[in-house]
């Protein structure tokens, strides 16, 4: 295990693409602009306790002892969004084998109960790990989160401590204080991405009320009806304290945001851990950071003044790089044994 001197860093070897000035162009250059990468994945169907599923994507390497990194995508996102495929792809020119984690109903195939995903499914997340350790005992397990996903990573490695299964794991973009994020993203251009995520986690569940009425599933249909109308849902405020919460076992928004929120388990976390982070995030707070002394002595935080969210772009125009896909398969490599 690396030894951190300091738990919070500002200098590294990102350089801000010039030509993308601002938090907005860094966030939104990739998923609009970029060419995806085109890789061949085999889909892997993980069946829960509950009788749901989750779907994975493998890539790369098939050796037993080859190491293994579990990706976790984000709000709205899939297995195919681009930094994730950017990512998968780097690991398996360095040989590491990689498995990309769909969140229910995020595969592109409704999930089968009434309950979906959000930002404490922490418990989905223990189930996939279990999995993949049952699966490939001698490869050494680790994990990176962005977003949502960072968020979820990070509640379980400081629920389980020790336990958690992983040997290292990376979080970016982490919206630590669910709070005050579900209130940073009502301001300024940022209502924009609000907007956006609104109308997609509005269709999430308007397309399960039509898979449950065209099968005649009374129960589950009744279940998201009794939550009231999806209309006029303009803010996270709006859609998690009448969804998300009362679908998941919360009290309300404010008990969802307080339970889920990844800041409140930093202290917890034993394994190695390296946290990437946008001083401009458009999604965070600067105030909704963790402080130095909240991090445990395992986890490093690499703080950027500038790089958007889930954006770090650099490079020049012609030839843009993603400094994550840099960045993260280089701190995975350092704590890795070799083989």
Request: glycine fraction near 8%; charged fraction near 20%.
């Amino acid at each position: 295990m690396n030894s951190f001197h300091s738990p919070v860093t500002t200098r590294t070897s990102f350089q801000p693409a010039w030509w993308l000035p601002g938090p907005h162009l860094q966030t939104l250059w990739s998923p609009f602009c970029r060419t995806p990468p085109h890789l061949h994945r085999q889909r892997e169907r993980l069946w829960l306790e509950d009788g749901d599923f989750l779907d994975l994507d493998w890539h790369g390497p098939h050796e037993a002892d080859a190491p293994l990194a579990l990706v976790l995508h984000g709000l709205t996102g899939s297995s195919t969004s681009l930094y994730v495929l950017g990512l998968q792809q780097e690991l398996a020119t360095r040989g590491w084998a990689s498995v990309a984690i769909n969140w229910r109903g995020c595969s592109g195939e409704p999930n089968l109960l009434p309950r979906g995903y959000h930002s404490g499914v922490s418990e989905d997340l223990a189930a996939t790990i279990r999995h993949l350790r049952a699966s490939r005992p001698l490869a050494p397990l680790y994990a990176v989160g962005y977003s949502l996903g960072g968020n979820v990573l990070l509640k379980h490695l400081g629920e389980t401590g020790e336990d958690c299964g992983l040997q290292g794991a990376v979080a970016v973009s982490v919206p630590y204080r669910l709070d005050q994020c579900a209130d940073r993203i009502a301001l300024g251009f940022s209502r924009v991405y609000q907007a956006h995520f609104m109308r997609e986690m509005v269709d999430y569940v308007k397309q399960k009320q039509r898979l449950f009425a065209h099968h005649g599933q009374t129960e589950h249909l009744c279940t998201l009806e009794r939550l009231g109308s999806l209309e006029g849902m303009r803010t996270f405020w709006d859609f998690d304290g009448r969804i998300t919460a009362p679908l998941h076992g919360f009290d309300d928004a404010h008990d969802y945001y307080r339970r889920a929120s990844s800041r409140y388990y930093l202290g917890g976390i034993r394994i190695p851990t390296l946290l990437i982070q946008s001083a401009d995030d458009p999604f965070v707070f600067r105030h909704s950071l963790p402080e130095a002394h909240e991090l445990s002595a395992t986890t490093r935080m690499e703080l950027h003044p500038r790089g958007g969210h889930v954006g770090f772009v650099e490079g020049s125009p012609r030839k843009p790089a993603y400094y994550l896909e840099r960045r993260i398969p280089d701190w995975l490599a350092s704590q890795t044994p070799e083989r």
